[in-house]
């Protein structure tokens, strides 16, 4: 039902910058939340950021808290992550996710079970 296309993941050098782009398709809610996800080879997957669709509320890994910023553009019904300073540690598959119910926990939006629905992923590889 939801499609869900990332895009702007590439090669970067230590202390740059990208902006990653999901751009989410079929049936949505506003309430719903949208978060991103990413993995490293060899580890599991772990959370980076979410975002409550309507209220906008944010919620950051403490790795990315001051690096990382979530929005997003109703309108467009896109969610966006702009990754500043990057660090080699970053690289990883980066994944978008939408939840399709309403999470009412602030940690539970922190988990991969809050959210049904993924992109194909989008690499991000930060030199040193």
């Known amino acids: 039902q939801v499609q869900l296309v990332e895009s702007g993941g590439g090669l970067v050098q230590a202390g740059g910058s990208l902006r990653l782009s999901c751009a989410a398709s079929?049936?949505?809610?506003?309430?719903?939340?949208m978060g991103w996800f990413r993995q490293a080879p060899g580890k599991e997957r772990e959370f980076v950021a979410a975002?409550?669709?309507?209220?906008?509320?944010?919620y950051y890994a403490n790795s990315v808290k001051g690096r990382f910023t979530i929005s997003r553009d109703n309108a467009k019904n896109t969610v966006y992550l702009q990754m500043n300073s990057l660090r080699p540690e970053d690289t990883a598959v980066y994944y978008c996710?939408?939840?399709?119910?309403?999470?009412?926990?602030?940690?539970?939006?922190?988990?991969?079970?809050?959210?049904?629905?993924w992109g194909q992923g989008t690499q991000v590889t930060v030199s040193s």
């Open positions: 079929g049936r949505t809610f506003s309430s719903n939340p």
């Open positions: 975002i409550r669709w309507r209220g906008g509320n944010t």
């Open positions: 996710a939408a939840g399709t119910r309403t999470v009412y926990s602030d940690n539970y939006l922190r988990q991969i079970g809050a959210y049904d629905y």
